[in-house]
């Protein structure tokens, strides 16, 4: 088994199932502080090894944003990472002012490093932590995340009534079906409307819109 699939199996399909039903892990303090150490071991090789080395990475992000039948203007990518989401959304929405958000300053910094070889202009990225965001109440049409933890009522309270919230993974899709009934309430508890559920390749989607 190569290191990456070992990774897949072993860990991130694992934590993920965990997640769905438990999403108090995501604020511990031992899940915070590896969320603050493995993204700077992995940031240089997090491309070719994590995005390009793992089967189906993109369908579930894919799939979700092909839901999206708006035209979101301003926009959020949290936990961007290398800039994932955040470049698949400057494609699919060319005039929207993106925000990309990351605690990863080596994350960040590739990230941007892309968008200036590749002359993406719309999108800014900015290194912040999502449990405390440094925007005003309302501010977004659409916020999107994969493959990263949530802080849900913090997402929710940047976005405007009305807005979609995309929340996309991966790995251990099969657990969001399973979990719809939990899924559903925590949405409605941090003021969301549950539109969307659904697993597909290894992984799933999440659509919410604000009320
Ligand atoms: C597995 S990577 C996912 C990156 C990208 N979204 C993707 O799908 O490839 C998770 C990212 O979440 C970021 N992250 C984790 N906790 C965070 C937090 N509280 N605030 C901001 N970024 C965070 C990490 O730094 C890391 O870059």
Redesign the pocket.
């Known amino acids: 088994m190569s290191n990456i699939i070992k990774l897949k199996t072993l860990l991130?399909t694992p934590l993920i199932k965990f997640a769905v039903k438990h999403p108090g892990i995501?604020e511990t303090k031992i899940f915070?502080k590896a969320?603050?150490i493995?993204?700077?071991k992995?940031?240089k090789s997090?491309d070719a090894k994590?995005?390009a080395g793992i089967n189906d990475?993109e369908m579930a992000?894919d799939s979700g944003l092909a839901r999206i039948n708006s035209e979101p203007e301003i926009i959020l990518?949290?936990?961007?990472?290398?800039?994932?989401?955040a470049f698949k959304i400057a494609k699919l929405f060319p005039v929207a002012m993106i925000d990309a958000?990351?605690?990863?300053k080596e994350?960040i910094e590739i990230a941007r490093e892309k968008a200036k070889v590749d002359g993406i202009q719309n999108i800014h990225f900015k290194k912040?932590?999502?449990?405390k965001l440094e925007y005003a109440d309302n501010e977004f049409d659409f916020i999107a995340?994969?493959?990263?933890?949530i802080?849900l009522s913090e997402a929710v309270r940047v976005l405007r009534p009305g807005g979609l919230i995309l929340v996309?993974y991966?790995f251990g899709g099969d657990a969001f079906g399973k979990a719809k009934k939990i899924i559903s309430h925590y949405l409605e508890m941090n003021g969301l409307k549950l539109l969307e559920i659904k697993s597909i390749g290894s992984g799933a989607y999440v659509l919410g819109e604000k009320k």
Do not use: E, K
């Open positions: 991130l995501m915070m969320m603050i493995f993204p700077a992995l940031s997090y994590i995005v990475y992000l990518d949290l936990c961007t990472g290398t800039g994932f989401a958000v990351d605690q990863s994350m912040g932590n999502a449990i995340t994969s493959n990263a933890p802080y996309a991966s």
